[in-house]
């Protein structure tokens, strides 16, 4: 399967949140520790990543329940499953085997959908690599702006672990999302080209950052402009938008990238903005309406959903952009 004729003759979708659907099923702290950790010293409940090995079933029943909904690509559940983040609940070492596992969970989920609904469209799994709870280009100690909680070497190290584990479950390409500080996301590029070097092998890598507010700017200051910039060396698939905003709000910003980027673009918003709650209240069929309008614009290669988003709001999406045509790559002049 070649991700990249795909997507040169249609929109491709994206899932919708994983996170927003482990919460309906309402899962105590013994459901994440499942038999194997009932005994581990610290608390679990919130460990998403870990429902790999404890609660399996239901990750790949998210899954199933997106990829019946319309989604082209589904995202291993592994946002925070490197070592950096697995050191809140002290499981560094059980890093690796999570992201096997969730990649091998996603790839059994696209085979029995398959096989169960006779719908044999390309699906592809994305392996998530997620920007970690601790940033390179930002101090944690506002008294000391020099310091930094981690080094580079250890970000791309615990990066390259994840990314080695993604390929050995099976995902067919790499996506490193959410990002908000791109010094993070250079050391997730390193890991993935250490990864292709070592194995031999190649897999097409999609970039998504975040726009954090009206100011088009990502947490760690960039422009739009300066991050694609800043990470175009790495030759991606595409490149992209997701998370902080709704689709309203991420509309000037996905316009913006659209007329930039050499390679194929990607957007999947939140489900609106947060109430007073916290909660996204977006109905499906809105957030389809805000996709169209990229879509018939000609902005977007990859839509989807990000915070918020359910199986509902990814069918709608599919709905209405599954008659529309890609944005065209854009024909890149030599310099004489």
């Given at each position: 399967m070649d991700i990249r004729k795909e997507l040169e003759q249609r929109i491709l979708v994206i899932d919708g949140a994983m996170g927003t659907m482990i919460q309906r099923h309402k899962l105590t702290e013994e459901d994440y520790r499942g038999e194997r950790f009932k005994d581990w010293p610290s608390d679990l409940k919130g460990n998403n990543d870990l429902l790999c090995l404890t609660q399996p079933e239901i990750i790949k029943g998210i899954h199933k329940q997106y990829l019946a909904a319309g989604a082209d690509i589904i995202e291993t559940n592994?946002?925070?499953?490197?070592?950096?983040?697995?050191?809140d609940y002290?499981?560094?070492?059980l890093a690796y085997e999570i992201n096997v596992a969730a990649a091998r969970i996603a790839k059994e989920a696209v085979q029995e959908y398959q096989q169960e609904s006779g719908d044999n469209t390309p699906r592809f799994v994305a392996g998530a690599i997620g920007p970690m709870n601790k940033t390179l280009s930002l101090s944690p100690d506002v008294n000391n702006p020099g310091?930094?909680?981690m080094s580079f070497d250890e970000a791309a190290d615990a990066y390259y672990q994840q990314v080695k584990a993604l390929a050995?479950?099976?995902?067919?390409?790499?996506?490193?999302?959410?990002?908000?500080?791109?010094?993070?996301?250079?050391?997730?590029?390193?890991?993935?080209?250490?990864?292709?070097?070592?194995?031999?092998?190649?897999?097409?890598?999609?970039?998504?950052?975040?726009?954090?507010?009206?100011?088009?700017?990502?947490?760690?200051g960039q422009t739009l402009e300066a991050f694609y910039t800043s990470v175009m060396h790495a030759r991606p698939l595409s490149i992209g938008l997701n998370c902080a905003l709704g689709a309203q709000?991420?509309?000037?910003?996905?316009e913006e990238?659209?007329?930039?980027a050499a390679c194929f673009t990607s957007a999947y918003p939140n489900a609106g903005l947060p109430n007073a709650m916290g909660e996204y209240d977006e109905a499906p069929e809105d957030t389809g309406h805000y996709i169209e309008d990229w879509a018939k614009q000609g902005f977007v290669n990859i839509v989807g959903g990000?915070?918020?988003?359910?199986?509902?709001?990814?069918?709608?999406?599919?709905?209405?952009?599954?008659?529309?045509?890609?944005?065209?790559?854009?024909?890149v002049e030599a310099v004489v």
């Amino acid at each position: 399967m070649d991700i990249r004729k795909e997507l040169e003759q249609r929109i491709l979708v994206i899932d919708g949140a994983m996170g927003t659907m482990i919460q309906r099923h309402k899962l105590t702290e013994e459901d994440y520790r499942g038999e194997r950790f009932k005994d581990w010293p610290s608390d679990l409940k919130g460990n998403n990543d870990l429902l790999c090995l404890t609660q399996p079933e239901i990750i790949k029943g998210i899954h199933k329940q997106y990829l019946a909904a319309g989604a082209d690509i589904i995202e291993t559940n592994t946002f925070n499953a490197q070592r950096i983040s697995m050191a809140d609940y002290h499981m560094e070492d059980l890093a690796y085997e999570i992201n096997v596992a969730a990649a091998r969970i996603a790839k059994e989920a696209v085979q029995e959908y398959q096989q169960e609904s006779g719908d044999n469209t390309p699906r592809f799994v994305a392996g998530a690599i997620g920007p970690m709870n601790k940033t390179l280009s930002l101090s944690p100690d506002v008294n000391n702006p020099g310091f930094r909680a981690m080094s580079f070497d250890e970000a791309a190290d615990a990066y390259y672990q994840q990314v080695k584990a993604l390929a050995e479950g099976g995902a067919d390409l790499f996506l490193i999302e959410t990002i908000f500080d791109t010094l993070n996301a250079k050391a997730a590029i390193f890991a993935v080209k250490k990864w292709e070097r070592e194995s031999g092998r190649k897999l097409p890598v999609m970039i998504s950052g975040t726009i954090t507010d009206a100011s088009g700017r990502t947490l760690s200051g960039q422009t739009l402009e300066a991050f694609y910039t800043s990470v175009m060396h790495a030759r991606p698939l595409s490149i992209g938008l997701n998370c902080a905003l709704g689709a309203q709000e991420m509309r000037p910003h996905v316009e913006e990238l659209s007329s930039i980027a050499a390679c194929f673009t990607s957007a999947y918003p939140n489900a609106g903005l947060p109430n007073a709650m916290g909660e996204y209240d977006e109905a499906p069929e809105d957030t389809g309406h805000y996709i169209e309008d990229w879509a018939k614009q000609g902005f977007v290669n990859i839509v989807g959903g990000c915070c918020g988003t359910t199986p509902d709001h990814i069918k709608h999406i599919a709905d209405h952009v599954k008659t529309l045509k890609p944005r065209p790559l854009p024909v890149v002049e030599a310099v004489v």
